[in-house]
């Protein structure tokens, strides 16, 4: 089997489209890696992962402490039951 290239082809690889495209990609991923965006996309990423954990330590043993302890111990295998 032989490829032949139709003129249309060959008008987009010959244009450099395609390796303007790399060069706009390459641009932009540079872009996102920047010293003050990227150091601000990290501090959102810490903020957005440990703000569950925060919550979790103060609001765990309120639950525990409302629910007491059978209730704690149903609540879990429930939940588990439910995330399937």
């Known amino acids: ?10 008008h987009v690889c010959d244009s450099g489209w395609g390796t303007q495209m790399l060069m706009s990609a390459a641009k932009s991923v ?8 990227l150091a ?3 501090i959102w990423n810490l903020i957005g992962n440990g703000a569950p954990i925060i919550v979790a330590a103060f609001g765990i ?18 939940n588990k039951s439910e995330a399937r």
């Not at 089997?1 to 060959?10: F, G, I, K, L, S």
């Open 30 to 37: 540079s872009l996102l890696t920047s010293g003050r965006l």
């Open 61 to 78: 043993p309120i639950l525990i402490h409302g629910l007491g302890g059978v209730g704690w111990g149903q609540l879990g295998p429930s």
């Open 1 to 10: 089997m032989t490829y032949r290239r139709t003129a249309r082809a060959r």
């Open 40 to 42: 601000r996309n990290t």
